[in-house]
């Protein structure tokens, strides 16, 4: 397998979940892994679970259906799972960093928080990334339910075909009312920055090319 730089979304054989950017390739089998997969740890502690131990499994154990407890999606592959607690993460989730930072702006990743979903409006849920200004929060799960709306084809098989590669974005889910023009663009293009670092993560790349990568995206869309 060799490493490469992908400016278009893939599949990961080992977690199942959609990657971009930096992953580990065999072209002649045409299998992808995250980095996170491809070099997993045996085992890991996170700060949000204090008490717990999670070691790394390429399939989820027992005969129940897990759900990650970050991004509340099925895990269906790799894995980090503590026996004692029963939580479990997938390794780009278990990864995240606690803090996106751009130079400009911050973003801090939050267990629970308080604040309305700048996607969905509900509180709580995932895991959640909230700028330091405390005015734009993103659920890790409502994220990863964009990306799995707009790629929803090439998720459920590996192929060639082509496939809309479009990053969703957040035009409609600011409140507009008692607003000027300019105070609502300024929030939309404040909430589009935090929606690429948030991508850029979740999909096991944090990084400032990623992040431009998918900036691009949310322009064409």
């Known amino acids: ?13 080992g977690c199942k979940e959609v990657g971009i950017g930096s992953r580990y390739k065999c072209t002649a089998c045409d299998f992808d892994l995250h980095m996170q997969c491809a070099i997993p740890s045996p085992a890991i502690s ?26 509340e999606r099925e895990v269906t592959g790799f894995l980090y799972h503590c026996k004692d607690c029963g939580f479990d993460l997938h390794p780009c989730c278990a990864k995240l960093p606690m803090v996106l930072d751009d130079g400009e702006s911050k973003l801090y990743l939050y267990r629970k928080v308080s604040a309305s979903c700048q996607k969905c409006g509900r509180k709580g849920r995932s895991w959640s990334y909230r700028s330091s200004c405390k005015k734009y929060n993103l659920h890790v799960a409502c994220v990863k ?3 799995v709306e707009n790629w929803q084809g ?3 098989e ?8 479009r990053i969703p974005s957040l035009k409609n889910t600011l409140p507009t009312q008692n607003k ?13 920055l935090a929606l690429q670092f948030v991508i850029s993560a ?5 990084t400032t090319l ?12």
Not at 185 to 192: D, F, I, T, V, Y
Not at 202 to 206: A, F, K, S, Y
């Open 1 to 13: 397998m060799r490493f490469e730089c992908s400016e278009s979304p893939f599949k990961c054989d």
């Open 210 to 221: 990623i992040a431009g990568v998918i900036g691009t995206m949310i322009s064409r869309a």
């Open 154 to 156: 090439y998720l459920g």
């Open 145 to 147: 339910d964009m990306l």
């Open 202 to 206: 979740v999909l096991g790349d944090p």
């Open 46 to 71: 996170h700060s949000f679970y204090t008490k717990c131990s999670f070691q790394f499994f390429s399939r989820p154990p027992g005969d129940k259906p897990r759900i990650c407890d970050a991004c």
């Open 158 to 165: 590996k192929s060639v075909r082509k496939f809309d590669t």
């Open 180 to 192: 000027s023009k300019s105070k609502t663009k300024k929030g939309l293009q404040m909430a589009g």
